[in-house]
C-alpha cells in the first residue's frame, strides 16, 4: 500500500478556500481548516489511476436504455 500523502498546511488550505471565493468565519475558521486537512487526507482513496474505460460515464447509454 501507498504512503499517505501530507496533509496540507494551512496556508495552502487559505488558498485554496480564497481560490474557490470561499470567505472564513473567524468563528468557524478552525473547524472548516480541519474539515478541509481530513478531506485532502482522504482523495488518495478517491482519486485511483483508472482508465477512460472504467470511468462512470461509459457505463450508460442513452441508445441502449431506450430499446
Do not use: C, Y
Not at 15 to 29: H, I, N, S, Y
Amino acid at each position: 500500500m501507498s504512503e499517505h500523502p501530507a496533509a496540507a498546511d494551512i496556508a495552502d488550505i487559505e488558498q485554496r478556500f480564497a481560490a474557490a471565493g470561499v470567505v472564513l468565519v473567524p468563528d468557524r475558521k478552525a473547524g472548516a481548516v480541519e474539515s478541509a486537512q481530513a478531506m485532502l487526507a482522504a482523495m488518495h482513496w478517491l482519486r485511483q489511476p483508472r482508465t477512460a474505460a472504467a470511468e462512470p460515464s461509459n457505463t450508460f447509454s442513452l441508445v441502449k436504455a431506450m430499446k
